[in-house]
T-cell receptor, first 110, second 115 residues
Framework: GQNIDQPTEMTATEGAIVQINCTYQTSGFNGLFWYQQHAGEAPTFLSYNVLDGLEEKGRFSSFLSRSKGYSYLLLKELQMKDSASYLCAAVKAAGNKLTFGGGTRVLVKP | DVKVTQSSRYLVKRTGEKVFLECVQDMDHENMFWYRQDPGLGLRLIYFSYDVKMKEKGDIPEGYSVSREKKERFSLILESASTNQTSMYLC??????????????FGEGSWLTVV
């Protein structure tokens, strides 16, 4: 089965760093996505990890440990516009469908 | 840019009505998906389709059906709407193999209220 857990809400200060953790128990797991979703808008793609390790894209980085069933999204130099929900999603090797966690709402304060 | 278009952003329907939510994508994607999103529950997969006239149940298919007569169009049907189907519905599409890093692209969402 699939069970994906991430914190419900996090608060951080502008300019700071925030790390959003995601744990999963997905049979046949083959990759992990992170999406950003602003209120009332569609989710937009941030990152996709298949192999263990850290992938960096500007202010955003994503890490995956397949053996631990664990990923995190790291947001650096936080800006007010980063206030959004961040969705962790696992993809199975077969079926091509994503299973999402409940999302983490990040609030950036001045 | 990939574009996934959902025909209605906001709908209000009565209990028992038949509801159609339409989704069109313009990138010749094989896979199309319907999710619903509820506070605290995240996105839950209702149905998906990996080819024309093909469909598979997702995690919460009860009360819904789908239709994929053309590759670019995937419709979600609520045969008899109920108040517990009040939600935000998201359509998405992707190439056949997301494992290569191809992402899933989402539409803007359709907010359905059943009264």
């Amino acid at each position: 089965g699939q069970n994906i857990d991430q914190p419900t809400e996090m608060t951080a200060t502008e300019g700071a760093i925030v790390q959003i953790n995601c744990t999963y128990q997905t049979s046949g797991f083959n990759g992990l996505f992170w999406y950003q979703q602003h209120a009332g808008e569609a989710p937009t793609f941030l990152s996709y990890n298949v192999l263990d390790g850290l992938e960096e894209k500007g202010r955003f980085s994503s890490f995956l440990s397949r053996s631990k069933g664990y990923s995190y999204l790291l947001l650096k130099e936080l800006q007010m516009k980063d206030s959004a929900s961040y969705l962790c999603a696992a993809v199975k090797a077969a079926g091509n469908k994503l299973t999402f966690g409940g999302g983490t709402r990040v609030l950036v304060k001045p | 840019d990939v574009k996934v278009t959902q025909s209605s952003r906001y709908l209000v329907k009565r209990t028992g009505e038949k509801v159609f939510l339409e989704c069109v994508q313009d990138m010749d994607h094989e896979n199309m998906f319907w999710y619903r999103q509820d506070p605290g529950l995240g996105l839950r997969l209702i149905y998906f389709s990996y080819d024309v006239k093909m469909k598979e149940k997702g995690d919460i298919p009860e009360g819904y059906s789908v239709s994929r007569e053309k590759k670019e169009r995937f419709s979600l049907i609520l045969e008899s709407a109920s108040t517990n189907q009040t939600s935000m519905y998201l359509c998405a599409s992707s190439l056949a193999d997301p494992l290569s890093g191809n992402t899933i692209y989402f539409g803007e969402g359709s907010w359905l209220t059943v009264v």
